[in-house]
């Protein structure tokens, strides 16, 4: 059973910064994009950022391009986010999600291109 495993979310004070984990396991194929994710109350889910396996290419939202960084760990299964100088508009839960046969290219594809998902974890910035 395909399952991924967020996890890092917490409180941050404003400009802190905070690093999530995704776990991967029960993949029967690698997966090639791992995505993350956010949602905040009363708005819509979007995409933060996205890695690939194949290449090991990334991509960024423009609203924290520059400030964060996301890696892959292939053995631990493990895709991490970084996030620097954090803000209250990142508060949010964020989710991470993946898939075997999509490939990011210049942006963070759809959410509904994604075919697994995490139960996300919350994080809070306070200013």
């Known amino acids: 059973q395909e399952q991924l495993v967020e996890s890092g979310g917490g409180l941050v004070q404003s400009g802190g910064s905070v690093r999530l984990s995704c776990v991967a396991s029960g993949f029967a194929f690698d997966p090639n994009a791992i995505g993350w994710f956010r949602q905040a109350p009363g708005k819509e889910r979007e995409g933060v950022s996205c890695i690939n396996r194949s290449d090991r290419s990334t991509v960024y939202a423009d609203f924290v391009k520059g400030r964060s960084t996301i890696s892959r760990d292939g053995a631990k299964n493990t895709v991490y986010l970084q996030m620097n100088d954090l803000k209250p508009e990142d508060t949010a839960v964020y989710y991470c999600?993946?898939?075997?046969?999509?490939?990011?290219?210049?942006?963070?594809?759809?959410?509904?291109?994604?075919?697994?998902w995490g139960q996300g974890t919350q994080v809070t910035v306070s200013s």
């Open positions: 999600a993946a898939d075997a046969d999509l490939y990011c290219s210049d942006y963070v594809p759809s959410s509904a291109d994604f075919r697994s």
